[in-house]
Structures are given as structure tokens and as C-alpha cells.
């Protein structure tokens, strides 16, 4: 693929009649590029464009959830913090690319230097596009639930005598003062479940209208949206949160086999791709029917490559299908079809005869 991505930036498109002297397979073997006007061709191939869409889950586990069941019964709540992925969506297109195994140098007449010039200038899709992206978005973490500080310390009121001399007479006068105390988990957790209980009792009570004031319809929604929201702050911290990251991936695969792997998914790593395929974890794979008979990629190019003019191939037609195969499972499942497609690195290549007329982007690009 890397080898793709240099070729594929210098492409450009334009159609018209190259009438050449000779063609040369690149690379050149022990010659030296001919004098005069040329220009280079790559035979296409078809890729596929896959976009892979993951989800990065994220459960964090809340400040009071061994409480949840006590205080307020709840036992769905996450018990501990992890991270997994899933697959949220794939899809497969078939595309056409350069082949950079089978790229030629085309010597042209004198009178082909304007069109080389105008090629020069007309950019293509490849060189306006990466071959390969990633984006992600990202879901942050609640600010109530990320900045919440619990109540660490409580104020307490002591009440005792002390002892004071009045007019020259002892007297024991009664005295209190205020101090502060630590407050354990159980009474944080107390807190929190009260302040959801007043709540739902303030919604109950905006909703029954025992409020001396009348409030519009917008208001009362507004306000119950509000009170709602409160409770759902308070509840996360028995409950705890599950965020969910987007992560995007668009890369391209050019087969040279029948089947072909695209990527491999990890429930506890994510998608990898390219090189870093393994073969351990899930994989998903395009797999290639050439129904009777299938030619083989053959040059036929003979040792005196001036002799002989361009070369070109047909594409050969090809049931597709992605499919995926579990770690530790020799059997594959379909995943979906993607009908016939025409594949041109599994076709026989031609040759034309010299000095004949072809438009080149029919046959290839031109780089």
C-alpha cells in the first residue's frame, strides 16, 4: 500500500490520441532513459476502499456504587472501570488504482509536448486525497460528575458546661460549641440518595401544582428538565457512567489472491490494519469467486521491449464477499456480498502493436 501512495499523488487524467515510438517496461533494466519526449503509464488494479467505523466504550465506575443496592436498589450498575471497542459499521467499495508493478515509459512523438503540458496541470482525486485516514470524537466525561468534590467533613454541634466565676460565685453555665468531623463513605452516599429523593419529590410536586405560584408551560418544563437533570447527576454517582467514542477508519486494500484480509478487530484493543494484522483476533477478509476458469497475470513483453507497443488488460469479472473469521475458528462466515467486480490484476496482459493510436487513460493512468 505504501508503495501505492508515492504513485498514486502523481497521477493525471486527460484523454487523447498518444501515438508512441516505443514502450518501455519500468524499471529499466541496464538502460538509460531515452532522449525525447515521454511520458509514463501505470496499468490500473482495483482496490477496495474500506470505512471502518469503532465504538471505544468507556465504563467508569461511580464514587458510591457499593451503596446503590442499600440505599437505593439498584444492582444494573457498573462495578468496576474498563474499556472495550466494538464494530459500529463497515463498508466496502470497489475502486480503481495504479498498479505499481506494471508501469511503463511511452516515447512520443515531438508534436505531444502541449498535451504533456496540460496534463501536468489537471490534478486528480488521488493527489486531492489521502490514502489512508483516522479521525475520532471523542464524548468527555460529565463536568458535575468529573468536578464532583465529596463532603469530606461535616459540621457538628457539641453541647457541654464550663465553669465560670460570676460576681465571685462558681457557676457551671451551659455551653455548645461547633466542630468539624469526618464523614464516612456511607454517610456521603446518605447525602447523595437524599439529594435524589428531594428531586423527585420537587418534580412530583411541580407536576401535581401545589406550588402557590403559577408557572407558564415553558417554565414548568424548563424547570422540571432541570431538577430531572440534577437527579441524573446525583444517580451517576451510584450507577456511573458509559461514554462512547466514534472512532473513523479509511484505508484502501489492493488484492493479490482470492482472499485478502482487510483488517483485524479486538474486542479489548481495537481495529488494526496493514501490517499490523493479527491473525489471533477477529479477522474480516474479501474473498474473490473467479467462477470456471481465471487467467494468470502474464507480461508478455518479450526481451526487446521497443519492439512492442502498449500494454493493456481487461478486467476480469468476479464474484466478491467480505467475510470474517473468529480467533481459533478454521470456518468463515459472510458478512454481505458485494456482487461482481471487476478485478484487473488477475487479467492476462496485452500488447498492442507499435505506432497505434490509444487513449492511455482507458488503458491506465498517466504519471
Same mark, same amino acid.
Not at 177 to 194: C, D, F, G, P, Y
Not at 254 to 262: G, I, Y
Not at 335 to 340: E, I
Given at each position: 500500500?505504501?508503495?501505492?501512495?508515492?504513485?498514486?499523488? *502523481?497521477?493525471?487524467?486527460? *484523454?487523447?490520441?498518444?501515438?508512441?515510438?516505443?514502450?518501455?517496461?519500468?524499471?529499466?533494466?541496464?538502460?538509460?532513459?531515452?532522449?525525447?519526449?515521454?511520458?509514463?503509464?501505470?496499468?490500473?488494479?482495483?482496490?477496495?476502499?474500506?470505512?471502518?467505523?469503532?465504538?471505544?466504550?468507556?465504563?467508569?465506575?461511580?464514587?458510591?456504587?457499593?451503596?446503590?443496592?442499600?440505599?437505593?436498589?439498584?444492582?444494573?450498575?457498573?462495578?468496576?472501570?474498563?474499556?472495550?471497542?466494538?464494530? /459500529?459499521?463497515?463498508?466496502?467499495?470497489?475502486?480503481?488504482?495504479?498498479?505499481?508493478?506494471?508501469?511503463?515509459?511511452?516515447?512520443?512523438?515531438?508534436?505531444?509536448?502541449?498535451?504533456?503540458?496540460?496534463?501536468?496541470?489537471?490534478?486528480?482525486?488521488?493527489?486531492?486525497?489521502?490514502?489512508?485516514?483516522?479521525?475520532?470524537?471523542?464524548?468527555?466525561?460529565?463536568?458535575?460528575?468529573?468536578?464532583?468534590?465529596?463532603?469530606?467533613?461535616?459540621?457538628?454541634?457539641?453541647?457541654?458546661?464550663?465553669?465560670?466565676?460570676?460576681?465571685?460565685?462558681?457557676?457551671?453555665?451551659?455551653?455548645?460549641?461547633?466542630?468539624?468531623?469526618?464523614?464516612?463513605?456511607?454517610?456521603?452516599?446518605?447525602?447523595?440518595?437524599?439529594?435524589?429523593?428531594?428531586?423527585?419529590?420537587?418534580?412530583?410536586?411541580?407536576?401535581?401544582?401545589?406550588?402557590?405560584?403559577?408557572?407558564?408551560?415553558? &417554565?414548568?418544563? !424548563?424547570?422540571?428538565?432541570?431538577?430531572?437533570?440534577?437527579?441524573?447527576?446525583?444517580?451517576?454517582? @451510584?450507577?456511573?457512567?458509559?461514554?462512547?467514542?466514534?472512532?473513523?477508519?479509511?484505508?484502501?486494500? *489492493?488484492? /493479490?489472491? !482470492?482472499?485478502?484480509?482487510? @483488517?483485524?478487530?479486538?474486542?479489548?484493543?481495537?481495529?488494526?490494519?496493514?501490517?499490523?494484522?493479527?491473525?489471533?483476533?477477529?479477522?474480516?477478509?474479501?474473498? !474473490?469467486?473467479?467462477?470456471?476458469?481465471?487467467?494468470?497475470?502474464?507480461?508478455?513483453?518479450?526481451?526487446?521491449?521497443?519492439?512492442?507497443?502498449?500494454?493493456?488488460?481487461?478486467?476480469?469479472?468476479?464474484?466478491?464477499?467480505?467475510?470474517?473469521?473468529?480467533?481459533?475458528?478454521?470456518? +468463515?462466515?459472510?458478512?454481505?456480498? !458485494?456482487?461482481?467486480?471487476?478485478?484487473?490484476? @488477475? &487479467? +492476462?496482459?496485452?500488447?498492442?502493436?507499435?505506432?497505434?493510436? #490509444?487513449?492511455?487513460?482507458?488503458?491506465? @493512468? #498517466?504519471?
Amino acid at each position: 500500500m505504501r508503495r501505492i501512495i508515492a504513485l498514486a499523488f *502523481c497521477l493525471g487524467v486527460f *484523454c487523447a490520441a498518444w501515438a508512441q515510438n516505443a514502450v518501455y517496461p519500468l524499471p529499466l533494466e541496464n538502460q538509460t532513459a531515452p532522449k525525447g519526449n515521454y511520458v509514463h503509464y501505470a496499468l490500473s488494479q482495483t482496490a477496495f476502499e474500506v470505512n471502518v467505523t469503532i465504538t471505544k466504550v468507556r465504563e467508569i465506575k461511580g464514587y458510591y456504587t457499593d451503596y446503590a443496592q442499600t440505599l437505593l436498589g439498584l444492582t444494573n450498575v457498573i462495578s468496576e472501570n474498563r474499556t472495550f471497542y466494538k464494530v /459500529n459499521n463497515v463498508e466496502i467499495n470497489p475502486v480503481i488504482l495504479p498498479d505499481p508493478n506494471h508501469t511503463y515509459l511511452v516515447v512520443l512523438d515531438k508534436n505531444q509536448q502541449k498535451l504533456i503540458a496540460n496534463k501536468a496541470a489537471e490534478p486528480t482525486i488521488w493527489m486531492q486525497n489521502e490514502l489512508e485516514t483516522f479521525s475520532t470524537k471523542s464524548t468527555p466525561i460529565p463536568d458535575f460528575f468529573k468536578n464532583y468534590s465529596d463532603p469530606s467533613y461535616a459540621e457538628m454541634e457539641d453541647s457541654f458546661t464550663e465553669t465560670k466565676i460570676i460576681d465571685g460565685v462558681i457557676t457551671q453555665v451551659p455551653a455548645n460549641r461547633t466542630k468539624l468531623v469526618n464523614v464516612t463513605n456511607s454517610q456521603k452516599a446518605q447525602q447523595a440518595a437524599e439529594a435524589i429523593s428531594k428531586s423527585r419529590q420537587d418534580q412530583y410536586n411541580l407536576v401535581k401544582g401545589e406550588q402557590e405560584t403559577t408557572y407558564s408551560k415553558e &417554565a414548568l418544563e !424548563l424547570m422540571l428538565k432541570e431538577l430531572k437533570q440534577w437527579e441524573e447527576n446525583y444517580l451517576s454517582l @451510584f450507577t456511573g457512567l458509559v461514554l462512547e467514542d466514534e472512532i473513523h477508519y479509511k484505508f484502501y486494500v *489492493c488484492p /493479490n489472491t !482470492l482472499t485478502t484480509d482487510l @483488517f483485524s478487530f479486538n474486542q479489548d484493543k481495537g481495529l488494526s490494519y496493514g501490517y499490523d494484522i493479527n491473525k489471533n483476533d477477529k479477522v474480516y477478509s474479501v474473498e !474473490l469467486n473467479p467462477g470456471l476458469t481465471m487467467e494468470t497475470v502474464i507480461d508478455t513483453t518479450a526481451k526487446n521491449p521497443k519492439t512492442l507497443g502498449y500494454r493493456y488488460r481487461t478486467p476480469v469479472s468476479m464474484q466478491a464477499a467480505i467475510v470474517t473469521k473468529d480467533p481459533g475458528s478454521i470456518e +468463515r462466515n459472510t458478512l454481505f456480498d !458485494l456482487g461482481n467486480v471487476n478485478m484487473y490484476q @488477475f &487479467a +492476462r496482459i496485452q500488447t498492442l502493436p507499435l505506432h497505434q493510436d #490509444i487513449d492511455i487513460d482507458k488503458i491506465g @493512468f #498517466i504519471y
